[in-house]
């Protein structure tokens, strides 16, 4: 267990819908980053919220988007989902500045159909 | 813009031999580098780093080599064990105030009993 939590493990949607991704980050990190990996992709960078804000942006699609809560678990919203939406996506956490350890969740694997 | 590549989709290594899994970058700007390992089913889990004011770093069975001149990175598993069958994917980060890993699309290492 790496600290990280993703919840749901899996989840199989149809196109055209929209979901909710799931990240509490490991206690202490105040960074969240959301990754997603396509089939044969390394990880792509999606979003960062550090503290509740939004810090950097990736190549994350407008249908997509992401917050952070004063808690700091953090949701990815999904909509108007497509199949080549389908892959992995995992959180990572991190303490902040200079931290470049992250730690990942085991990720979330969406279907699209 | 792919900045950090790796080459070699696949690699099978006979056990008790050395695997090197080679890293490629195109942004000079780098400070840090990095390895991710991950099994099916898990999340990425962080490995080993190099600062670019090195060119190695070593533990255990597991050394980074930066060759700056080159944008090149090598991590070498000596000797390999069965259990070090997974992806690696190799990453980058450019400076404290940008928290962002940027990854290679990995290699898949398969250590032969």
């Known amino acids: 267990d790496s600290g990280v939590t993703q919840t749901p493990k899996h989840l199989i949607t149809a196109t055209g819908q929209r979901v909710t991704l799931r990240c509490s980050p490991r206690s202490g990190d105040l960074s969240v980053y959301w990754y997603q990996q396509s089939l044969d992709q390394g990880l792509q960078f999606l979003i960062q919220y550090y503290n509740g804000e939004e810090r950097a942006k990736g190549n994350i699609l407008e249908r997509f988007s992401a917050q952070q809560f004063p808690d700091l678990h953090s949701e990815l919203n999904l909509s108007s989902l497509e199949l080549g939406d389908s892959a992995l996506y995992f959180c990572a956490s991190s303490v902040g500045a200079a931290n470049y350890g992250y730690t990942f969740g085991s990720g979330t694997r969406l279907t699209v159909v | ?113």
């Open chain 2, 1 to 113: 813009d792919q900045q950090v590549k790796q080459n070699s989709p696949s690699l099978s290594v006979q056990e008790g031999r050395i695997s090197i899994l080679n890293c490629d970058y195109t942004n000079s700007m780098f400070d840090y580098f990095l390895w991710y390992k991950k099994y099916p089913a898990e999340g990425p889990t962080f490995l080993i780093s190099i600062s670019s004011i090195k060119d190695k770093n070593e533990d255990g069975r597991f050394t980074v080599f930066l060759n700056k001149s080159a944008k090149h990175l090598s991590l070498h598993i000596v000797p390999s064990q069965p259990g070090d069958s997974a992806v690696y994917f190799c990453a980058a980060i450019r400076d404290f105030g940008n928290e962002k890993l940027t990854f290679g699309t990995g290699t898949r290492l398969t250590i032969i009993p």
